[in-house]
């Protein structure tokens, strides 16, 4: 099992930059990837971002490409989402997962994913 735990949310400007992370500890030798996922109120937990522990492959949902980037830390074990040029379209709970399962699943899908933190909110303001 994987233990992880969000931090760097909080309120920002439309147009501002927030920096997450996502501490993991337990046993993070077993992750295949790490994954974003967001929240906002009413809707469906929604894809982020995901990245690859080994290699380092990355995917982003097309709502937030070219303005959000995810990055691992190996040896710090962190998990990280550098969001720019926020919305307001883009404010919701953000939720850190761990891939350990070495079933064939899609890392777009929440399906995937068997360990989850317990979010941090980002609030955008127009």
């Known amino acids: 099992q994987v233990q992880l735990i969000e931090s760097g949310g909080g309120l920002v400007q439309a147009g501002g930059s927030l920096r997450l992370s996502c501490a993991a500890s337990?046993?993070?030798?077993?992750?295949?990837?790490m994954g974003w996922f967001r929240q906002a109120p009413g809707k469906e937990r929604q894809f982020v971002a995901a990245i690859t522990w080994a290699a380092g492959i990355t995917a982003y949902a097309d709502s937030v490409k070219g303005r959000f980037t995810i990055s691992i830390d190996n040896a710090k074990n962190t998990l990280s989402l550098q969001m720019n040029s926020l919305k307001p379209e883009d404010t919701a709970v953000y939720y850190c997962?761990?891939?350990?399962?070495?079933?064939?699943?899609?890392?777009?899908?929440?399906?995937?994913?068997?360990?989850w933190g317990q979010g941090t909110q980002v609030t955008v303001s127009s």
């Open positions: 337990g046993r993070t030798f077993s992750a295949y990837a």
């Open positions: 997962a761990a891939k350990t399962s070495t079933a064939t699943v899609e890392i777009t899908t929440t399906f995937a994913y068997d360990s």
